[in-house]
């Protein structure tokens, strides 16, 4: 596999079960992060389209960010993706 199809489909890297475990739970935080920062523009936008309020938009997005951190995870955890490769110096 090269490395830029490696760099979008891979797992997390780590020696130990613990260690992969951790890192795939930081970069889940990390898009569950992002996510919710996307919902805060999202939801006046969707609020307008969609004829709801901006809170419950904004929830909506939310949810979705959560489903996003949930695929990261299970991603990450994967064992018969190939690992992540190291970054480049």
Do not use: C, H
Not at 29 to 35: C, W
Request: hydrophobic letters at 55%.
């Amino acid at each position: 596999m090269n490395l830029s199809v490696r760099s979008v489909v891979s797992s997390a890297p780590g020696s130990s079960v613990g260690e992969k475990a951790k890192l795939a739970f930081l970069r889940a935080l990390r898009t569950f992060i992002q996510g919710v920062a996307a919902a805060l523009p999202a939801g006046g936008a969707g609020a307008e389209i969609l004829s709801v309020g901006y809170w419950e938009m904004f929830g909506v997005s939310v949810l979705v960010a959560a489903f996003t951190a949930l695929a990261s995870l299970l991603q990450n955890l994967a064992t018969f993706l190939p690992s992540d490769p190291p970054p480049a110096a």
